[in-house]
Structures are given as structure tokens and as C-alpha cells.
């Protein structure tokens, strides 16, 4: 019985690292955000507010691109990077999650717990070095 549990284990194990893939955020989709503590003028989901990350992969562990958001002066735009991303599967072997460390480039604030799911429609920004916090889910 041991012997059938641990090569199921292994069995696992090697799908999940044979397709090593990323769930980035979903690109050019848009997102109504609750934000905690914000100090960048971001406009709440709750008051109209809304963000859209149109980004692609630099490398298949580290996506680019601009995040566009309502502010309290108009829309906006900022550079941001998506990085050191690691997976968290369920127990079939599927994807479930990725947390990657999200940066407002060029030196922006960094959100070092940033967990994407549900198909990259979801976004939870925490840990972040300026104190803020979000939480996303597209329209």
C-alpha cells in the first residue's frame, strides 16, 4: 500500500513539473478593486473605480506591462511587473494559485504576497512594502 501511495506522490509531482506554467492575472480584462491603506490615489471598486493590467511574459516567470486604473484625477497609468511566481496545486495535480511579488516599477511599493486564482480573475494584493493592501476580482 505504501508503494502504490508514493509513486501516486511521484506520479503528481512529475505532471506538476512537467508543465511548469504560471496563472498570471488575466490580461486587458477589467478588475473592481477594494483598496486598504492606499497612498496612490486609486479610486475605490465600490465608488466606480476599476484597474486593467495589460501585461505579457518577459519570460515565462516574469510578466511586464501596464496596469491602467481610475485615480482620483482622471485614469492613469504605471509600469508594474509581476515576479517569482510559485504555484499551489490541489491534491489532483491541478493549478489552483499563483502568489508572485507585484512591483510598481521603477521603484514603486512591492506587494511580496500577491495570490492570482480562479483563472487569473482574481487578485489579492497583501504584504505590500507602502502598507496598502487590494483585493480584485474582474467585472
Not at 500577491?114 to 474582474?138: E, L, M, P
Request: charged share 15%.
Amino acid at each position: 500500500m505504501k508503494k502504490v501511495v508514493l509513486f501516486a506522490l511521484l506520479a503528481v509531482v512529475a505532471a506538476v513539473s512537467a508543465h511548469a506554467q504560471y496563472l498570471p492575472p488575466a490580461a486587458g480584462v477589467y478588475f473592481n478593486c477594494t483598496y486598504t491603506n492606499t497612498h496612490l490615489h486609486e479610486v475605490n471598486g465600490a465608488d466606480g473605480g476599476f484597474s486593467r493590467f495589460d501585461i505579457s511574459p518577459v519570460r515565462a516567470d516574469y510578466y511586464q506591462g501596464i496596469e491602467t486604473f481610475l485615480a482620483t484625477y482622471g485614469v492613469d497609468q504605471r509600469k508594474v511587473t509581476f515576479a517569482k511566481p510559485v504555484n499551489f496545486y490541489d491534491i489532483y495535480g491541478n493549478l489552483v494559485r499563483t502568489q508572485w511579488e507585484f512591483t510598481i516599477n521603477p521603484s514603486g511599493p512591492q506587494c511580496k504576497n500577491t495570490i492570482v486564482r480562479n483563472g487569473g480573475y482574481s487578485i489579492s494584493f497583501q504584504n505590500c512594502t507602502d502598507g496598502s493592501s487590494r483585493v480584485c476580482s474582474a467585472y
